[in-house]
């Protein structure tokens, strides 16, 4: 399975490429950030995270999108402009048919590091393990792309045998 992870952001939107399944090895294909200047008008900046997002959809063919859920923030501005970058996102993936997958900054921590209170820097060192990289991966909304990646193929794949399971209990 190949992930595209998403970590929204309309200044920096990271992005990360992985390709493995559950048990076995991962592979990253691509790790980056799509940035946007503070003074351009905000429909430039989303058109800008939309070409962005796009370009990597061509250029890497991923079977599912994943992106952090948007989380409430005492800085609303914040928030708003995460959840216009997640958009980004989401409009992408239902124009390609491509499922998409949510999931919270948590359950992304618990599921690469074990403990969903985890800081950034064991997010990135756990990212850096998991994928055999030989540096770990800067800045660190690249690696939080990343580990939203191996959340998905960990538990995306998991629900899915889950939900193939039950049809055919029925």
Do not use: Y
Request: charged share 20%.
């Amino acid at each position: 399975m190949r992930v595209l992870g998403i970590d929204p952001g309309l200044t920096r939107c990271g992005t990360g490429v992985v390709e493995g399944a559950p048990g076995q090895s991962m592979r990253c294909l691509h790790v980056g950030v799509i940035r946007t200047g503070p003074e351009v008008p905000i429909e430039v900046r989303l058109t800008e995270v939309s070409a962005g997002l796009a370009a990597l959809v061509d250029e890497f063919q991923p079977d599912a999108l994943a992106i952090e859920r948007v989380f409430s923030q005492q800085n609303v501005r914040t928030a708003t402009g995460t959840a216009q970058a997640a958009a980004m996102g989401l409009l992408l993936a239902g124009q390609r048919g491509l499922p998409v997958a949510l999931h919270t900054p948590s359950e992304v921590k618990a599921a690469v590091t074990g403990h969903g209170r985890a800081d950034k820097a064991q997010v990135t060192a756990m990212v850096t393990r998991i994928l055999r990289l030989t540096a770990a991966p800067k800045p660190a909304d690249a690696a939080d792309a990343l580990a939203i990646a191996i959340c998905q193929i960990w538990r995306g794949e998991s629900q899915r045998r889950l939900a193939a399971a039950v049809a055919a209990a029925r």
